[in-house]
């Protein structure tokens, strides 16, 4: 099993630019996440997933969609791309649940690094 | 004010010293509380899930939760080189998403 993969490892944007970044998970899963990682804030949640054809908005939505076509793909789109989304984004999917181990161990993927100039 | 706080380090010990991190929140209705490993440059890991009150152990990580002061704990004995990480408290309310809350990170250096 390839767990969670993301797409691009790596981007650097132009203000304003578009780009769409990809996660894939191979185990099933129903929850899907997408976090930013920026220094001193821990992780943020900006959209998440609870099955295919569902989104609901996180902490910080403004300036992403996203879409969750296929159980096993998430995609987080940024449309004009700023400055202040430079950051490491991070995937991540789970099994549903209302309580216990499996279904709090969030399985993360190895992050996209992007820069916004 | 952040609902989680964790102080970011970094926290620098010899090996085999004990390592102490801790994490205070300000929502009494966080249920679920976890800690996160996370290497440099990779995604986070879970390292500990307890529910509620009191403590857990594994091997040599122990997890308490104390919420009736709105702190919990973890704590590494006899570290090692291969410790060096940072570490991420998170927490949920029971309800349905799964959404955790994340504190900001303690990056802990452990020195041979």
């Known amino acids: 099993n390839a767990g969670v993969t993301q797409t691009p490892k790596f981007r650097v944007l132009k203000t304003g630019q578009s780009m769409t970044l990809l996660c894939a998970q191979d185990?099933?899963?129903?929850?899907m996440y997408w976090y930013r990682q920026d220094p001193g804030m821990g992780l943020r949640l900006i959209h998440y997933s609870v099955g295919e054809g569902t989104t609901a908005k996180g902490e910080v939505p403004d300036g992403y969609n996203v879409s969750r076509l296929k159980k096993q793909n998430f995609l987080l789109g940024l449309e004009s791309a700023a400055p202040s989304q430079t950051s490491v984004y991070f995937c991540?999917?789970?099994?549903?649940?209302?309580?216990?181990?499996?279904?709090?161990?969030?399985?993360f993927g190895p992050g996209t690094r992007l820069t916004v100039l | 004010q952040k609902e989680v706080e964790q102080d970011p380090g970094p926290l620098s010990v010899p090996e085999g010293a004990i390592v102490s991190l801790n994490c205070t929140y300000s929502?009494?209705?966080?249920?679920?509380f976890m800690w996160y490993r996370q290497y440099s440059r990779k995604g986070p890991e879970l390292l500990m899930y307890?529910?509620?009150?009191g403590n857990k152990e594994d091997g040599r990580f122990t997890a308490q939760v104390d919420k009736s002061s709105k702190y919990i704990s973890l704590f590494i004995r006899d570290s090692q080189p291969s410790d060096s990480a940072t570490y991420l408290c998170?927490?949920?309310?029971?309800?349905?998403?799964?959404?955790?809350?994340f504190g900001g990170g303690t990056r802990v250096l452990v020195k041979p």
């Open positions: 185990m099933n899963h129903e929850y």
């Open positions: 307890t529910y509620s009150s």
């Open positions: 929502n009494s209705a966080f249920q679920y």
């Open positions: 998170a927490m949920r309310f029971k309800a349905a998403g799964n959404k955790l809350t």
């Open positions: 991540a999917s789970t099994e549903p649940g209302t309580s216990g181990f499996r279904t709090d161990t969030q399985y």
